[in-house]
Nanobody
């Protein structure tokens, strides 16, 4: 069964940093492209950052200059480095990735289970 396993969330003070990781379970799956989304209580899920197969990145205006998305093809992992965190960054962060496998005729999209990020003021 394919899974995206997220890690790295937690509690941090404003101005601090966290690094989120999203890994595809099983070494036979490869991550093409990925992204991070977040959902705060009472709000809709919103895009945080995306990275394409070729490495092109895109960010929400609210995180530009503070967050960096990257991926490791060797580790089949997508990362989100979050610096200068603010209380308004508090949310559950979800990983989304397009996976490929030799047994599939086309890439498939998967979501992680979510990881809580809480920024205290």
């Amino acid at each position: 069964q394919v899974q995206l396993v997220e890690s790295g969330g937690g509690l941090v003070q404003a101005g601090g940093s966290l690094r989120l990781s999203c890994a595809a379970s099983g070494s036979t799956f490869s991550i093409n492209a990925g992204g991070w989304y977040r959902q705060a209580p009472g709000k809709q899920r919103e895009l945080v950052a995306t990275i394409s197969r070729g490495g092109t990145t895109n960010y929400a205006d609210s995180v530009k200059g503070r967050f960096t998305i990257s991926k490791s093809n060797a580790k089949n992992t997508v990362y989100l480095q979050m610096n200068s965190l603010k209380p308004e960054d508090t949310a559950v962060y979800y990983c989304n990735a397009q996976l490929t496998w030799t047994g599939w005729s086309y890439p498939r999209n998967y979501w992680g289970q979510g990881t809580q990020v809480t920024v205290s003021s």
